[in-house]
């Protein structure tokens, strides 16, 4: 008898687990309900239920958007990133390669329409930075340098009609910083042998004080621009590499209206694209979790990213579940105020490199104003306009000193972004809470 009633215990536990898992598959949500453990190893705490007491307004954001806060500022809201007496846009930030609590910090020079004089130049600017007392600025050590970036000079004829003043341009534009699994680059903006405006790469080391470091050809110590399949578009931009598990460096060019990417080689030569074998299901699920209205573009640098916790022993890194991790961007126009919208992005590492997990909502970023639609009533074309804060995403890295492109659920992100584009701003956030309202695209 006691026999029988064990099998039978034994069949009931199978039903129940197979519910479970059906449940699971059905689901197609990796959040906070995955098998993945973000629960444990998100900043939690009285975060999560800040809304509670919100406003309606706040009430709403909460219902549309995937609210994530600093770790470390007083307030939980983004902190300031300041260049002294010099304004800046398009940041970016990585961990000094020897100084504890420093971190390397460029963006783009800018100059306001209140210049005196009407100029063709650009250039990037870096420094050692630090955080104030209070958390809320990471602010230059010393006044900030230009980074040497060499200006570059194309085929003006590829420079038509409207795009024809790219061909004047002297300098980098939108520089990324980021670490590869080794070493530091930047891919930035410049005039184009190819096209109208490309993509061009450096070894960082050679640019900036690294100390004592061995720097070979093969690392890009040359600057090389960087080549796509065709066709070109007249202006490229916001290309970001991506390394698969075993090494190989690969560039991803384009995420809508089609995927775009492709295998690197060290004179910055590209192969075939390797993104039509997965470019329906691809575009199904980027149409599954991002509004239909907007243009959609690359944003950010990609990281590597390992869905369990460092803090746990079993976390052992491999192809099921370490994931490239970058954001994208949703760009819509309210009246004449433009609105980004950040989403993440998940991929496998080796071949086919579907796209694995999409985030289900934008991302908003604690800290950022929110103020009451309005009419543009000098604008001729009546429309309402988004008057919130335009903030937009341009790098992501690690936090900690001594980490490079890999991570963990519950190691310490930075997102930095432009803002009003006139300013910079970042925050810090653990990993597990980026991902945490993540949607599969597996299974629809």
């Not at 260049?83 to 398009?90: A, I, P």
Request: with cysteine.
């Amino acid at each position: 008898m006691a026999k029988k009633i064990a099998t039978h215990l034994i069949l009931i536990a199978g039903l129940l687990s197979a519910v479970i898992l059906v449940a699971k598959f059905k689901s197609n949500h990796l959040g906070l309900q995955s098998g993945f453990l973000f629960t444990d190893y998100s900043s939690g705490g009285p975060y999560r239920q800040s809304h509670i007491d919100a406003g309606q307004s706040d009430k709403d954001m909460f219902r549309t958007h995937h609210v994530i806060y600093s770790v470390s500022h007083p307030d939980r809201k983004y902190f300031r990133i300041d260049f002294g007496r010099r304004s800046v846009l398009n940041p970016s930030i990585i961990p000094h390669p020897e100084l504890l609590d420093t971190w390397i910090i460029t963006a783009q020079l800018h100059k306001p329409p209140s210049a005196r004089t009407a100029s063709v130049w650009f250039a990037e600017l870096v420094c050692n930075a630090a955080f104030s007392d209070d958390k809320r600025v990471l602010s230059c050590l010393e006044p900030p340098l230009q980074l040497p970036v060499p200006a570059t000079f194309g085929d003006s004829s590829k420079c038509l009609g409207d795009i024809s003043y790219f061909s004047l341009s002297v300098g980098p534009h939108d520089a990324r910083v980021f670490y590869g699994p080794e070493i530091p680059y930047t891919i930035y903006g410049s005039n184009s042998f190819f096209t109208c405006f490309g993509q061009w790469i450096s070894d960082f080391r050679i640019l900036v004080d690294w100390g004592i470091d061995t720097i070979n050809e093969h690392e890009f110590r040359q600057y090389r621009e960087l080549q796509r399949p065709m066709p070109w578009n007249a202006v490229e931009k916001n290309w970001f590499l991506f390394w698969d598990d075993s090494g190989q460096m690969f560039l991803h060019h384009e995420i809508a209206p089609a995927r775009v990417f492709s295998k690197l080689e060290l004179d910055g030569s590209v192969g075939p694209n390797l993104a039509l074998t997965t470019s329906a299901s691809d575009q199904e699920c980027l149409k599954r979790f991002l509004p239909e209205t907007g243009k959609i573009h690359q944003a950010t640098n990609s990281l590597a990213i390992t869905l369990c916790a460092r803090s746990d022993q079993f976390c052992q890194p491999d192809a099921t579940n370490t994931f490239v991790l970058f954001t994208i961007q949703q760009k819509t126009l309210h009246g004449l105020h433009p609105v980004y919208e950040p989403y993440v992005v998940l991929m496998r590492r080796s071949m086919p490199f579907e796209i694995y997990a999409i985030s289900s909502k934008p991302t908003w970023i604690f800290g950022r104003s929110i103020r009451a639609e309005k009419s543009d009533e000098d604008s001729s074309t009546g429309l309402l306009e988004d008057t919130s804060e335009m903030l937009y995403m341009t790098s992501i890295s690690w936090k900690s000193h001594g980490q490079k492109d890999h991570g963990f659920i519950d190691d310490t992100l930075f997102l930095a972004f432009g803002r009003e584009d006139s300013d910079a701003g970042g925050i810090d956030v653990t990993a597990g809470d980026l991902l945490a309202e993540l949607g599969t695209c597996a299974g629809f």
